[in-house]
């Protein structure tokens, strides 16, 4: 590799992938149904830049797990911070990722009952609030 090749510049080497978990408030004022509008923008912005991931909503919290291209994920979770739909975002989690862990689909909802699990989750953070959310996913009714 030349000084002006850079990493990222080799077709060869696989794409370094980069994770964000983080959880906010949906904007008072806001109606639930605010989420739908939301997927439907995320799953087609995201299949460009090939993020995937899963939104889960409770009715007032947002919990979101996604994962992509490191500069895409950054890119992605630096216009969520500026998103007025979102209030008190938190990152919980933030990490290069080995492999992904949604191929199914690019971006899932998933709807709880009851705020407990995401507010069990903001307490958390690091490789504990990302085990946390994991065990869970199980749980969720994963629509795509």
């Known amino acids: 590799?030349?000084?002006?090749?850079?990493?990222?510049?080799?077709?060869?080497?696989p794409e370094k992938l980069h994770e964000f978990?983080?959880?906010?408030?949906?904007?008072q004022d806001l109606p639930p149904a605010t989420v739908g509008a939301i997927?439907?923008?995320?799953?087609?912005?995201n299949a460009v830049d090939g993020i995937s991931g899963l939104l889960v909503f409770d009715g007032q919290f947002f919990c979101q797990h996604f994962e992509g291209p490191h500069e895409a994920a950054q890119g992605l979770m630096a216009r969520l911070q500026r998103d007025p739909r979102?209030?008190?975002?938190?990152?919980?989690?933030?990490g290069p990722l080995a492999a992904r862990r949604y191929t199914g689909f690019?971006?899932?909802?998933?709807?709880?009952?009851?705020p407990d699990p995401i507010s069990a989750l903001q307490a958390l953070r690091?490789?504990?609030?990302?085990?946390?959310f994991l065990a869970l996913r199980a749980s969720?009714?994963?629509?795509?």
């Open 1 to 13: 590799m030349t000084q002006e090749q850079s990493p990222a510049s080799n077709p060869a080497e």
């Open 21 to 27: 978990l983080y959880c906010s408030l949906l904007t």
């Open 39 to 45: 997927v439907t923008q995320a799953r087609a912005r």
């Open 86 to 94: 979102h209030a008190d975002l938190v990152v919980v989690h933030d």
């Open 106 to 114: 690019a971006m899932g909802l998933a709807e709880c009952e009851g």
């Open 126 to 132: 690091g490789e504990a609030a990302l085990a946390y």
């Open 140 to 144: 969720f009714d994963i629509s795509s």
